[in-house]
Nanobody, 116 residues
Framework: QGQLVESGGGLVQPGGSLRLSCAAS????????MSWYRQAPGKKQELVAS????????DYADSMKGRFTISRDNAKNTAYLQANSLKPEDTAVYYC?????????WGQGTQVTVSS
């Protein structure tokens, strides 16, 4: 069965940056649309960004535009989320997801905490 493992989360000061990674295994990564979602305590899960299987097009939630960049390296079976100018309200568990038709694979998430 497919597996996604997020990493790169942690504590960062406001205004700082993080690069989250999502390592894929046990499935053909290059065929899947990849997405990042996040969920803050007491809030709804929300989409951050998605990227096509070839990595040639990306979509972002309007509220994420400008500070978040999704990318992927199919040779490394890894998707990334570059997060810049982080704010306390960005504190959340960040999840990656892979989609191909009716198949969806979720990672377990990585905690991002933005605090001084």
């Amino acid at each position: 069965q497919g597996q996604l493992v997020e990493s790169g989360g942690g504590l960062v000061q406001p205004g700082g940056s993080l690069r989250l990674s999502c390592a894929a295994s046990r499935f053909t990564f290059s065929l899947y649309v990849m997405s990042w979602y996040r969920q803050a305590p007491g809030k709804k899960q929300e989409l951050v960004a998605s990227i096509t299987s070839a990595g040639d097009s990306a979509d972002y939630a309007d509220s994420m535009k400008g500070r978040f960049t999704i990318s992927r390296d199919n040779a490394k079976n890894t998707a990334y989320l570059q997060a810049n100018s982080l704010k306390p309200e960005d504190t959340a568990v960040y999840y990656c997801k892979a989609d191909l038709g009716r198949i969806t694979i979720w990672g377990q998430g990585t905690q991002v905490t933005v605090s001084s």
